[in-house]
């Protein structure tokens, strides 16, 4: 992950991520890193799975979080609107 989409994530997920990593709990270090994806992915509005229910919003993420960094990026424009 970049140092940008690294500082994009709350201080609670990136202290899980290093903390399960530094523990070798690889299920739960893959765990963190998907919320972190999926979260990344979200903020962006880059998210898109067939499957809406996969993603859960991790405990340490809020919505009003979310949509803040959402809010705070622009969005880039879609391949269709550039045309």
């Known amino acids: 992950m970049c140092r940008d989409h690294w500082a994009m994530l709350p201080a ?6 290093i903390l399960t990593w530094n ?3 690889m299920a739960a270090y893959q765990e963190n890193v998907r919320q972190a994806i999926d979260a990344i992915d ?6 898109e799975s067939p499957f809406e229910e996969r993603f859960v919003i991790p405990p340490m993420l809020t919505i009003e979080w979310l949509e803040k960094q959402r809010r ?3 969005r880039a424009a879609s391949r269709r609107q550039a045309r």
Request: aromatic letters at 6%; charged letters at 35%.
């Open 12 to 17: 609670r997920l990136q202290r899980a991520i």
């Open 23 to 25: 523990a070798r709990d």
């Open 72 to 74: 705070a990026r622009p």
């Open 42 to 47: 979200m903020i962006e509005g880059t998210y």
